[in-house]
């Protein structure tokens, strides 16, 4: 599976916006997806899950830190996720890795990931 993150820009605080990310392959259902994201000088930080289609538990996972600003949702029939990021904050500034990982259930570590894409730079300016 290759992934393709893109979406990212200059933005500022209380603004919105959306990443994507587009896979090849066609068993993208099967795949749980993921955002991550690192911020300068720190570790890789997760950023929200969304099942595989075969995961029968809760729904969807947020990190808390974008816990009610956030909504990750993928579109399995253009193989692709969404990251929408609403209510921006300086501190969400970093770049943006979404992965897919063959395992089931919200995965939230990055070792269970087995694809990443490049990853996307988003800067919130206040």
């Known amino acids: 599976v290759q992934l393709q993150a893109s979406g990212g820009g200059l933005v500022q605080t209380g603004d919105s916006l959306i990443l994507s990310c587009a896979a090849s392959?066609?068993?993208?259902?099967?795949?749980?997806l993921g955002w991550f994201r690192r911020a300068p000088g720190m570790d890789r930080e997760f950023v929200a899950a969304?099942?595989?289609?075969?995961?029968?538990?809760?729904?969807?996972k947020y990190a808390d830190s974008v816990k009610g600003r956030f909504t990750v949702f993928r579109d399995d029939a253009e193989s692709t996720v969404y990251l929408q990021m609403n209510s921006l904050k300086s501190e969400d500034t970093a770049v943006y890795y979404c992965?897919?990982?063959?395992?089931?259930?919200?995965?939230?570590?990055?070792?269970?990931?087995?694809?990443w894409g490049q990853g996307t730079q988003v800067t919130v300016s206040s």
């Open positions: 392959g066609r068993t993208f259902s099967i795949y749980t």
């Open positions: 969304a099942p595989a289609a075969d995961w029968t538990g809760a729904g969807l």
């Open positions: 992965a897919a990982g063959r395992r089931v259930g919200l995965l939230q570590n990055w070792f269970e990931y087995d694809y």
